[in-house]
């Protein structure tokens, strides 16, 4: 197996699927199945080319068993960035019609933090807010005073999370799921339950995410429902998602 550039040593891990082909692909990407889908999981010192290149070369050696499927990026100890994510998403999407449903990070919150701090304007870092009612664990869920609130998992049904400032939650947020923020909320995933940013009346409050498909949304004190299904032409937006307050109503776009 060849070493990963940047490597002084061969790489111990070990994928999944592998074949004489991916001999080398192994070294930049691994694929393992997952009771939520499939985990895509890149080396963390790769160079994007290579692991773009070891994710189309996977993709096309095994066209029909992942055509339509969905992928769960597990990032780990790679630092996210979210131009190498839409990169990734848009592999997936063009070689097989695969849908990445969720971002899975590491340890290190810092990269995330400075991204949502710059698309929000305003710092967000990692802190306070209320416990869920529902059943995360301690370590699901980052709390420290006087900032945003950081959920290291998805989002259930029958869970409830309330922040006092930004919510930043690193999965998805199911149906039957609620999140509150007096800030903005960030999902790392879809987002099929309901989220209410600005809740103490901040209209400039936003809410992100991979794909926005709730059961309600709320900004301060506007309400909007979902469209009816097929309204929104079945297709999955290119980037990041976001609903904010347009002329008196809540819209989502693209960005």
């Known amino acids: 197996m060849a070493a990963v550039p940047g490597s002084d040593r061969t790489p111990s891990w070990k994928g999944t699927m592998i074949t004489a082909s991916e001999k080398d692909a192994v070294s930049f990407l691994q694929i393992k199945a997952d009771r939520d889908g499939f985990l895509l999981i890149p080396h963390p010192e790769a160079p994007l080319r290579d692991v773009v290149q070891a994710l189309k070369q996977k993709i096309e050696d095994s066209r029909s068993f992942f055509q339509r499927s969905k992928m769960i990026l597990d990032l780990g100890k790679r630092a996210f960035r979210i131009d190498e994510v839409q990169v990734i998403r848009k592999v997936l999407q063009v070689t097989a019609d695969v849908v990445l449903a969720e971002v899975r990070l590491g340890e290190d919150l810092e990269p995330v933090l400075k991204w949502a701090s710059e698309a929000v ?80 009346g901040d ?53």
């Open 121 to 200: 304007g305003v710092p967000v870092r990692a802190g306070a807010g209320q416990r869920p009612s529902g059943e995360l664990a301690d370590r699901e869920m980052e709390e420290k005073p006087g900032g945003a609130v950081i959920v290291r998992s998805t989002c259930r049904s029958g869970t409830r999370i309330e922040s006092p400032a930004d919510c930043v939650v690193l999965g998805d947020v199911n149906p039957g799921a609620e999140v509150l923020a007096v800030g903005d909320i960030v999902v790392f995933g879809s987002l099929r339950g309901v989220a209410h940013a600005g809740m103490t």
């Open 203 to 255: 209209r400039s409050a936003r809410i992100w995410a991979l794909s926005i498909e709730p059961n309600q949304l709320r900004i301060a004190d506007l309400v909007a429902l979902p469209p009816r299904s097929g309204s929104r032409g079945g297709s999955s937006p290119k980037r990041f998602e976001v609903a904010e307050i347009t002329a008196d109503h809540i819209e989502v776009v693209s960005v």
